[in-house]
């Protein structure tokens, strides 16, 4: 069974910074491929995809509403994702998602029905 706990969510005034990290239990964090989701308040059965980065971590993945704001990498000595998100917005509120999906090599998951496992989210607020 592999667990994802998330952390580094919290309020932040726009234009800030937040870094999120997702730790992954288990010896087998390098076969998971990782993602980003979010998910907005009234909004609860879309869960958008945010960011996502490949088994390998040679390949990354992003929403276009985040390009060149956030940046998603692993550290597999800590089995951690992150998510740094900068220049962030009053609309990247929302509660925020790490997922793992096994797959073989370089391939990014986008979509939320790839992905088998999910931590249970942190919150995120920017205020204007």
């Known amino acids: 069974q592999v667990q994802l706990v998330e952390s580094g969510g919290g309020l932040v005034q726009a234009g800030g910074s937040l870094r999120l990290s997702c730790a992954v239990s288990?010896?087998?964090?390098?076969?998971?491929?990782m993602g980003w989701f979010r998910q907005a308040a009234g909004k609860e059965r879309e869960r958008e995809f945010v960011?996502?980065?490949?088994?390998?971590?040679?390949?990354?993945s992003y929403a276009d509403f985040v390009k060149g704001r956030f940046t998603i990498s692993r550290e597999y000595a800590k089995n951690t994702v992150y998510l740094q998100m900068n220049s962030l917005k009053p609309e990247d509120t929302a509660v925020y998602y790490c997922?793992?999906?096994?797959?073989?090599?370089?391939?990014?998951?986008?979509?939320?029905?790839?992905?088998?496992?999910w931590g249970q989210g942190t919150q995120v607020t920017v205020s204007s």
């Open positions: 960011a996502g980065i490949s088994r390998s971590g040679g390949m990354t």
């Open positions: 997922a793992a999906g096994p797959r073989q090599g370089s391939v990014v998951l986008t979509t939320a029905t790839s992905y088998d496992y």
């Open positions: 288990g010896r087998t964090f390098g076969s998971y491929a």
